[in-house]
């Protein structure tokens, strides 16, 4: 069995694209070794649609402390809280 693992490169985060997407860096490892780093580029349409299903994903799991804002519990009137 081969070891592939991708992941986010450390101390690079999410910027634009020359043509306004949106570019992730990624690294490529195998068996632990640096083999490559890649772009994943989304247009906002395609950012937006993975934004909702990891969210839709993540619902049923409260946040950690650190998670963004859009991850925070919304307090509805009649005390009910939802994540």
Known sequence: MT????GPVPGRGLRRGK??????PLQIL????HC????????SAEAESL????CYALSEQPPPPDAPECRQPVRY???????
């Open 36 to 43: 490559a780093i890649a772009e994943l580029e989304l247009t």
């Open 19 to 24: 043509g306004g997407e949106l570019a992730l």
């Open 30 to 33: 195998h068996g632990g070794q």
């Open 3 to 6: 070891d592939w693992q991708i």
């Open 51 to 54: 934004h909702a299903t990891l």
């Open 77 to 83: 009137p009649g005390g009910r809280q939802r994540y």
